[in-house]
């Protein structure tokens, strides 16, 4: 171990890893022991691991001798034994940390220890990749070292069925993609039954290629968004009666407040013409087409609301009188309002349900990852995550050269000179990988190479399996291959090729059956793999291994060191060097006046091909690169800051809404629902703080015959003049408190019950999905707050908090409604929400992981006001 400090001291890491090192001298020494033992022996020791940590054994106490079993078991199954530096990655993961370590030091290898550890007591383990691939293909390495140990492994595909799902959630250890992970969280608070549920809590995630994931794709949220139900022939119906209807008789409409309520008189006229009850659907579908096309019809003004334009019902803001482009209210009404002007009736897409990745990743109680590159977004994963990161040394030294930069006047003379180097190097038989920033950077260069006649692969991210068995092979001799910065990665460059891919090969050769290879197939293919490895592996290596080439540098530091990073595993030999363009999109943006000088003096010259070696171009390409590092950081941070505001509303919408499948009876609180209710509605209309003489009777009749459904109420009548609110709310109270009870009696306690939770949780969903297109417009305009000196962020936090007590108020308001209306005879009173009716049908479902809404500048032309608050 002496040596072994010696060499942690060297890389400067000392402070962060001493706390580690004696953990580590424990593990080796349990490790002769272990040794001697059976399989079986090892198999008792992971059982009893497994019951002391679910009785309560503190993690701690478990750590040495979970990292010793796991090492030696998986020395047995893969024969693939940790080293020192993996167990120190391990015991970084398992503190809560991201594990810097260089590419080929084995990160697959070193989540199992973590994982191991985390899942001893039952709870649930994920390990998050980038792609289906490399999940799955993880999940079956490590599988086998799990399963050696009595635990299992279950991995999460895309198009993979629920019953699959919860079967893999179901494991110790679970493997997935970030968006697969977060969608089935999305998906989990949209279910009808608690059973139908597939993840099991976040306990403990290991993230692998932790900066991709938490830093590049933080920005892009997850969004499930559904088409609305193709119910243009209602919208039409309703939209036909409505004419027939008498304002005063058929219903009551208060200008000032822009409510509308129909009459039980207008209720019975429009039944009659539908040929059916609006209030005995459940689902409340029908009587938000009546209380839409009620609006429509006598609320919306056609030229002052909106106008008919390209065959479009276009709304007109308020304020200034401007036709709003692309904008459509919410809840029906815009569908209504179509077919009450006789234009195509459009179909809602809404979102159902989002999350950013980064609040997705903050539900877990312990969250790690591994990464090559992260010690330049130490800060941003610190202030947005709580995870430091650690840097663990190599097991080898590294000692790849990294090259200077050349600096060409234009990208053509920067491709040519590419061109040349990979035919010099590809001549001499050196494999080189050669980096793009985007497709038609590595399309160009294709060309350009194929010309020349050099074979070679292109890879643009788009196959990660196909791509990740040729970037496998990126490392045999005169290999040239062209990639995007995320193609292949995951998967090692071996100097001489892969072992597996080479068996492969040669099984292909020999036509057999590759799940079925006959013995003697194998034993060739061995030979075959070992030959090559042995004779390129040599080769390459006094070549001088994979030469790394970047055509461009990249706005962030940490794409252009995992490039550089493809080269030099495991102490191999490698080389890489960037060729740049004063065209470069990162200079042309940034470079400046300085940047104009240098490309004169270099166009004074005459000779595009040779290229420039200059500290002050560095120096310009380092500042630039800092520079838009922290305009992305900003934006990342601004994009939380939000959707922070909408993580609160979605963890009490999904803790409500959990709560109702998990056996909470809603008619427990039905009582305190209505007074909630009615003090609300009373306060509105009838204010303790005024006279008798000046409340709104009127508007408090016609609210309570929408509530009850009663033909006509009059407080009036049942009031002294010297009535107060308090009298009133007494009053209203006995009214609804008689009218529950008798629902409660006519319906049966049990189908009462069940009624008023299916309702509200239908209510709940309903109103949450026209509260998060709300929230959307909101977002979208807030930025213009800007011009009139108000901070934008605090102006939405203060509006959406009062957009989430509107919504709170009007879910109690249309479940009271709702269930004082219920019909009480049994066959009307249908106990399910049909496929239509639900808003989370999975039919209907469109996933996206979408640019996130983008908060507008005052510069921008889409205003800041919202007239489309709830009606």
């Given amino acids: 171990m002496p040596a072994f400090v010696s060499k942690l001291l060297t890389f400067g890491n000392d402070k962060f890893l001493k706390p580690y090192l004696g953990l580590v001298d424990s593990i080796n020494a349990a490790e002769p022991a272990l040794q001697e033992k059976t399989d079986a022996e090892l198999r008792s020791l992971a059982d009893a691991l497994r019951e002391r940590a679910a009785a309560g054994e503190k993690q701690k106490n478990l750590i040495v001798e979970s990292f010793a079993l796991i090492r030696e078991a998986s020395r047995r199954t893969t024969g693939m034994r940790h080293y020192d530096v993996q167990l120190l990655g391990g015991l970084a993961l398992n503190d809560g940390c991201i594990a810097e370590m260089k590419t080929g030091e084995g990160k697959t290898l070193v989540s199992t220890a973590a994982c191991f550890l985390n899942a001893l007591d039952g709870s649930n383990t994920h390990v998050v990749t980038v792609n289906d691939y490399l999940a799955k293909r993880d999940a079956e390495y490590t599988g086998r070292i799990y399963r050696f140990l009595g635990m299992d492994t279950g991995v999460i595909l895309n198009n993979m069925p629920p019953s699959q799902r919860r079967q893999a959630y179901a494991a110790d250890v679970t493997y997935g993609t970030n968006s697969e992970f977060g969608f089935d969280y999305l998906r989990d608070n949209m279910v009808s039954s608690a059973e139908d549920r597939v993840q099991r809590g976040h306990a403990f995630a290991v993230v692998d290629e932790v900066d ?429 800051q939000y959707d922070d505001v909408m993580n609160l509303q979605r963890k009490a919408i999904y803790k409500e809404r959990n709560a109702i499948l998990d056996g909470k009876d809603v008619c427990d609180i039905l009582d305190d629902i209505s007074e909630s209710v009615l003090d609300r509605a009373v306060e509105t209309t009838c204010p303790a703080s005024t006279p008798f003489d000046d409340w709104d009777i009127a508007g408090l009749n016609a609210w309570v015959a929408d509530m009850t459904g009663a033909e006509t109420f009059d407080v009036a009548a049942k009031l002294d003049e010297d009535a107060e609110s308090d009298d009133l709310y007494e009053l209203l109270s006995d009214l609804f408190e008689t009218a529950l009870e008798e629902k409660r009696e006519a319906l049966g306690a049990e189908k009462f019950r069940e009624l008023c939770n299916q309702v509200m949780l239908h209510i709940i969903d309903v109103s949450w999905i026209a509260h998060l297109q709300e929230m959307d417009y909101l977002k979208a305009g807030i930025g213009l707050r800007s011009y009139g000196h108000r901070d934008p962020l605090v102006e939405y936090k203060d509006e959406a908090h009062e957009a989430f007590a509107e919504l709170t108020a009007a879910i109690y308001e249309d479940l009271l409604r709702t269930v004082l209306r219920l019909p009480t005879e049994a066959d009307e009173a249908d106990m399910t929400i049909s496929a239509e009716d639900n808003p989370f049908n999975p039919d209907r479902m469109v996933y996206s992981n979408g640019e996130a809404p983008t908060v507008l500048d005052k510069d921008s032309d889409i205003d800041a006001h919202n007239p489309l608050g709830r009606a």
Avoid at 240 to 264: F, Q, S
């Fill in 212 to 640: 991709s994931i938490l830093i590049d794709e933080a920005r892009t949220p997850l969004i499930i968004s559904g088409l609305g139900a193709a119910a243009a022939d209602d919208y039409i119906r309703f939209a036909k009666i409505m004419p027939m209807l008498k304002d005063g008789e058929d219903y009551v409409y208060d200008e000032k407040k822009r409510t509308i309520y129909a009459t039980e008189r207008g209720l019975d006229k429009v039944e009659e013409a539908l040929g059916f009850e609006v209030y005995a659907d459940i689902s409340g579908r029908l009587a938000n087409h009546l209380k839409q096309a009620l609006k429509a019809q006598f609320t919306m003004t056609r030229d002052v609301d909106y106008v008919v334009a390209d065959g479009e019902v276009k709304i007109v803001d308020e304020f200034t009188g401007r036709i709003m482009e692309g904008r459509r209210w919410s809840e029906g009404l815009h569908q209504a309002v179509e077919a009450k002007e006789g234009v195509e009736i459009k179909p809602e897409s809404q979102t159902l349900a989002t999350i950013t990745l980064q609040n997705y990743f903050r539900l877990y109680d312990k969250l790690s990852g591994m990464t090559g590159t992260a010690l330049t977004e130490d800060s941003e994963f610190r202030q947005i995550y709580n995870l430091p990161v650690i840097p663990i040394p190599t097991n080898k030294p590294v000692i790849r050269k990294d090259r200077d930069d050349f600096i060409f006047r234009t990208e053509a003379a920067k491709f040519a000179a590419v061109a040349d180097e990979v035919q010099t190097r590809h001549e001499k038989g050196q494999p080189v990988l050669v980096g793009t920033t985007s497709i038609d950077a590595s399309e160009r260069l294709s060309a350009i190479l194929a010309k020349r006649g050099i074979d070679h692969q292109v890879l643009n991210a788009k196959n990660p399996e196909r791509e990740a068995g040729i970037v496998a092979q990126a490392g045999r001799v005169g290999a040239v291959t062209i990639a995007t910065n995320m193609a292949g990665r995951g998967t090692d460059i071996l100097l001489g090729g892969s072992e597996a891919n080479l068996k492969r090969e040669w099984l292909e050769k020999l036509g057999a059956d590759l799940e079925n290879p006959l013995d003697w197939q194998v034993e060739s293919a061995q030979q075959y793999a070992d030959h090559i490895l042995q004779s390129e592996g040599y080769a390459v290596r006094v070549l001088g291994g994979l030469y790394v080439i970047g055509t461009e540098r990249h706005e962030s530091r940490r794409i252009d060191n995992q490039l550089r990073g493809r080269s030099g595993r495991q102490g191999d030999p490698g080389e890489s060097r960037f060729f740049l363009s004063i065209e470069d999109s990162l200079l042309r943006r940034f470079g400046g006046d300085r940047l104009k000088a240098v490309s004169a003096m270099m166009e004074k010259q005459g000779d595009d091909t040779v290229p420039l070696q200059d500290s002050l171009v560095t120096k310009v390409i380092d500042t630039a690169q800092h520079q838009v590092e922290s305009i992305h950081f900003d934006s990342r941070k601004q994009v939380l």
